[in-house]
């Protein structure tokens, strides 16, 4: 069982990657243009071709590729000559510092708001609200909080003149500047969550075992908190873990709002730069990122949860 | 209410600390990545933006675009134009700490300017015969025929000097000195996190007494010029060396703004539309015509511009003014009716649907907006536009490579001098795989004998006439519509100073008021 | 959420897209209306005018047409792609059950706005490309659903009979499984729809978005850099592309 999920996870990667690589190759404009295009230099381009053995047949350069994958090695950068793996692992905290306190904010305000006691056109309201796209949620908060009230900054990670000494004063200035962008990100998935742990709610409380508790007395918040909550918390976490890859996207355009160097805007720019290497190791890590989070989380819920079977 | 006033207070008292604390340090915003430093083999705008402060040149050009010392502290030209002795400053050193000498000069043109920077490659390299190194402190410069515009392609931006002993015997493309630049400038490479920023601190040996003033320089790179502005307005950075037009009127009483018509790599620039006339229908000179009657090119100064110029009345541009020719355009008012009746007398009949035809024009992302007001414009004489904005590699491939395209819109800039960027607009010679040369494929036997009598002779006064005459010609002939002299808008927050935006070096001078 | 909001969610969403239609410019001229700059709402223009003159809601009309079509293409795709798997994984083989089933999870788990914005740096950022691409992407959701509806179907009389007299298993799945998956398929056709417009909106945001044609995500793009002068360039693009992908999701809804 275990061994087949890997595979088919292995599988994913593997398509994934070269699905990458395929369109990457067959695009107009190849590493040479986006190296030797601008002094155009005679022959230059085709030397870069050569350099980099792209004037071999299609087939064997992605035999080579795939070769160099399985001993782990992504390759290098066309544009800067360093490491995909370590370009990845450098930009890796920035968007981690972004998306796991707005995974966090956004999985515990979300609970509770899904748990309140729902009035009419709760639904609707967070169906609703969940349309409106994170950047624009940012927009409206660096309009109101950075240039309104003049409160917050406006971009960037760390103040830009260095001046901010190590520790605890570093951490408080880092804090100080993803504010805007970890609230702009989580606003717009803890609507999801919201409505998910709602009707995961009012799914458990049709069960015979809460309904039973009702009828013992116990009183409706404390079904739900108690005896509801936990029981639909295992779907809800396995659901959150599948749409990671949702709050990666959606990092994209807040990296590009707020100027934050992640791997969002790793990935714009690399591909705009037609750098190949590391797009399709960007592609390559995400996708096995997502994968590997969604094989961890079913393999611990079915341990956890017997009811989780393979149906799910 | 209580809590978030304490928490503005915190807020408010952070922000105070770091401001007491303030040294002498500039925070510059870049709209892309550079990619790499070495400004020798690239002409890319953030590269340089970022590079040209750690490098030098022979020369630097003031505002006016007037010669000045650099790394060369003087230069004699000999009496037949085709020799020209620079004397270098003495005891300069790279920021390593090994001595600069003349034949780090010599490398660096003949190993890597000639062969990888654009327009040097293109300009310059043609006319010289020779780079040569007699002593360590003496370059001599051979050329095949008098080259007047010579001193001002020596700048840092044009010809920056890189270290020979770093660059010898590589392939200057993947050297990693790239990454890690080594220069003789004002500023020494500390640190560069891509995408992120790029930090250089002073060079506390600097061959130039005094200088520089700043102790630390910090490019961030900002994408969206709306976050760039509001940056700026709230102090997170100091300095823009572009600020675009429809920007200027935000930030009139927030920062120190200078408008100039030239910039590092980019001076005396007219943003133009290429015809390729490699294309039937543009081939003909009536609907060239039509174009040049249907553009209304007052609105595009109005509204995409924002009043940050003039309507080019001339093919070269106004600044420059002993070659250029007020008037010369003169013949082409606007006027859609005339452009009707000269695309009807054509053959281009309009559709039932009112259009003639439907071209693509092919642009910078940056020049959207031209070619969205050029298309309601071109509208009205049933001139259908495509749009295709395209990246610079890709749009150098598509028009200068592959020449596919039927319109393209390019700042063509000019420089100080027309032998540096009007001659690869006209000249049959700069037809071809380099990027902004000739994009019309534009061929005259007439312009192209004029060209070259204008860029081989020293005499100011017989090369404008020849220019003039050239100017003629191709305003009859119109392998381009000049549409617009865009003037740069800098802008800088009120406490800094002298900053130079005209030059790649722009802080070499610059402080920080007490 | 009642049937009645759902069904006037939607036909509030059809009826702003006959208005996009009628509204925009027709023809490869793509022209506006024009008058000065920087208007803000009012009889003539109730709007306003954009940085160029242009009349807001004619660019707001074009925009929906671009953003409306992109996402109708990238939902019919999925719908067919979907279904069709979907069927086919519930009628088939146990072997070929499980292929479909698990390429769809692996193509549920690629990074879709990253594969998206790959393609339209790569290929430019047209609108068949996005809806392609959107659409390769977003159909093991409808096809997981068919399959499950069609896995219960087939247990029933009605088809189990139909199969005993030697009908033909696509004619099958045409005749008699077709109509009973429909409407729940259509639920999951409206969050890729919704789906779709947002992310049209997002990658005009960063700048790949199709540079032929207006879209909201453009407008909003363009109209957030002149906010403080013209807020109407942005309030309105925003509200549209905010408006009608709720209303999609209220539409769509199946709580």
């Keep these: 069982m275990l061994l087949r999920r890997l595979a088919w996870a292995f599988g994913t990667v593997w398509l994934a990657a070269s699905l990458a690589f395929l369109l990457i190759h067959l695009a107009p404009g190849g590493p040479a243009v986006a190296l030797g295009g601008d002094s155009g230099a005679p022959g230059y381009l085709e030397e870069v071709a050569r350099l980099y053995g792209l004037d071999r047949p299609l087939p064997e350069i992605y035999l080579d590729w795939l070769t160099r994958l399985a001993t782990g090695d992504l390759g290098h950068s066309y544009r800067s000559g360093q490491s995909v793996l370590s370009l990845i692992l450098e930009r890796l905290p920035v968007t981690l510092a972004l998306v796991a306190p707005a995974v966090a904010l956004s999985a515990i305000t979300g609970t509770f708001l899904g748990l309140l006691r729902t009035r009419r056109g709760f639904a609707a309201s967070m169906a609703a609200l969940h349309a409106v796209p994170g950047y624009l949620v940012g927009q409206v908060l660096v309009m109101v909080f950075a240039l309104g009230l003049g409160i917050l900054p406006v971009q960037g990670l760390v103040d830009g003149r260095g001046e901010i000494g190590g520790g605890l004063e570093r951490q408080l200035d880092m804090a100080r500047h993803l504010v805007l962008p970890v609230l702009a990100l989580a606003l717009h998935n803890l609507t999801f969550v919201a409505l998910l742990t709602r009707t995961r709610v009012m799914a458990e409380m049709e069960r015979p075992y809460t309904l039973t508790a009702a009828a013992k007395g116990v009183a409706p918040r404390l079904v739900r908190r108690r005896h509801a909550l936990p029981n639909a918390m295992l779907g809800l976490v396995s659901l959150l873990g599948s749409r990671l890859g949702g709050f990666v996207a959606g990092a994209v355009t807040i990296e590009v709002l707020f100027a934050l160097p992640g791997l969002g805007r790793l990935a714009v720019t690399s591909a705009i730069a037609r750098d190949h290497p590391v797009v399709i190791g960007l592609v390559l890590f995400t996708s096995a990122v997502v994968v590997m989070t969604n094989l961890v989380v079913d393999l611990t819920f079915r341990r956890l949860d017997p009811r989780v079977g393979d149906a799910v | 209410m209580k809590f978030r006033l304490t928490l503005a207070i915190i807020l408010a008292g952070a922000a105070f600390s770091t401001l007491t604390a303030r040294a002498q340090v500039a925070v510059v915003a870049v709209a892309g990545d550079p990619g790499h430093l070495n400004p020798a083999i690239s002409t890319a705008g953030p590269l340089h933006a970022v590079a040209d402060s750690i490098f030098n040149g022979l020369v630097s050009l003031d505002r006016d675009g007037n010669v000045q010392p650099d790394l060369a502290t003087s230069w004699t030209v000999s009496p037949d134009g085709r020799e020209v002795r620079f004397t270098l400053s003495p005891g300069v050193k790279w920021h390593d700490g090994k001595p600069f000498s003349a034949e780090d000069v010599k490398f660096t043109f003949v190993e890597v300017l000639f062969r990888f920077h654009a327009r040097t490659r293109a300009g310059l390299a043609p006319a010289v015969e020779a780079v040569e190194a007699p002593d360590a402190d003496t370059v001599v410069f051979r050329l095949k025929r008098p080259h007047p515009a010579l001193l001002r392609q020596l700048n840092v931006t044009e010809a920056p000097i890189l270290p020979r002993h770093l660059y010898a015997g590589s392939d200057p493309n993947r050297n990693e000195a790239n990454s890690r630049p080594v220069g003789t400038g004002a500023f020494r490479f500390e640190g560069y996190k891509r995408d992120d920023s790029v930090v250089l601190v002073r060079n506390e040996n600097y061959f130039k007494p005094g200088l520089p003033k700043l102790e630390r320089l910090v490019f961030r790179v900002i994408p969206g010029t709306n976050t760039q502005i509001a940056a700026l307005a709230k102090g997170e950075v100091d300095y823009l060396g572009r600020v675009a037009p429809s920007d200027v009127a935000r930030l009139k009483d927030k920062a120190t703004l200078l408008d100039t018509t030239s910039g590092p790599g980019g001076a005396n620039c007219i943003m133009t539309l290429a015809f390729n006339l490699q294309r039937p229908a543009l081939a003909a000179l009536p609907v060239r015509q039509a174009f040049a009657h249907a553009l209304n090119r007052r609105q595009m100064l109005d509204l995409v511009q924002f009043g940050q110029g003039r309507v080019a009345q001339a093919p070269i541009h106004s600044a420059i003014g002993w070659a250029t020719l007020p008037g010369a355009l003169q013949a082409y008012e606007f006027d859609p009716a005339k452009a009707n009746a000269l695309l009807d007398q054509a053959g281009l009949p309009r559709s039932a649907s009112g259009e003639r035809a439907t071209l693509d024009l092919l642009m910078f992302p940056a020049f959207a907006r031209y070619a969205e007001l050029m298309r309601q414009q071109l509208a009205a004489v049933g001139i259908a536009l495509r749009l295709k904005p395209l990246d610079p590699a890709a749009f150098a491939t598509s028009v200068f490579t592959q020449r596919d395209f039927d319109l393209a819109l390019i700042s063509y800039c000019n420089g100080v001098d027309p032998e540096i960027g009007v001659r690869r607009m006209y000249h049959s010679t700069a037809i071809g795989n380099v990027p902004f040369s000739n994009a019309a494929a534009y061929r005259n036997a007439d312009v192209d004998r004029l060209f070259d009598q204008a860029g081989s002779s020293t005499d100011t006064a017989a090369r404008g006439e020849a220019y003039r005459e050239m100017e003629r010609i191709v305003a009859r002939d119109l392998p381009y519509w000049w549409l617009v002299e865009t003037d740069f808008t800098s802008a800088w927050r009120g406490d800094f100073a002298d900053f130079a935006p005209w030059s790649g070096q722009f802080a070499e001078r610059a402080f920080q008021k007490r | ?255």
């Design chain 3, 1 to 255: 959420m009642s049937r009645h909001a759902r069904t006037i969610a939607g036909a509030i969403v059809g009826v702003l897209y006959l208005c996009c239609l009628l509204l925009a410019p027709a023809g490869a001229l793509q022209s506006l209306p024009m008058s000065g700059p920087f208007l803000p709402p009012s009889f003539a223009h109730p709007l306003g005018t954009d940085d160029l003159g242009r009349d807001m809601l004619a660019a707001l009309a074009q925009g929906g047409r671009t953003s409306l079509m992109v996402a109708t293409a990238t939902a019919l795709l999925a719908v067919g792609l979907g279904m069709a798997i979907g069927m086919a994984a519930g009628m088939g083989a146990p072997w070929l059950d499980d292929l479909l089933m698990r390429t769809a999870d692996m193509v549920l788990s690629l990074p879709a706005l990253l594969v998206a914005i790959l393609v339209a740096s790569l290929f430019g950022g047209s609108s068949l490309n996005l809806a392609l691409v959107l659409g390769l992407i977003r159909w093991p959701t409808i096809a997981r659903i068919v399959r499950a509806e069609t896995l219960s179907l087939r247990r029933s009389d009605f088809v189990r009979s139909s199969v005993a007299v030697g009908t033909r298993p696509v004619a099958v799945a045409v005749r008699h499984i077709l109509p009973h998956v429909s409407p729940t398929a259509l639920s999951a056709t409206g969050i890729v729809f919704g789906g779709a417009i947002l992310a049209e909106a997002a990658l005009a945001f960063v700048g790949l978005g199709d540079p032929a044609l207006t879209s909201w995500g453009q407008l909003i793009a363009a109209g957030y850099t002149f906010f403080d002068r013209a807020w109407w360039m942005w309030a309105f693009p925003a509200l549209a592309l905010c408006g009608t992908s709720a209303l999609v999701a209220v539409a769509a809804s199946r709580a």
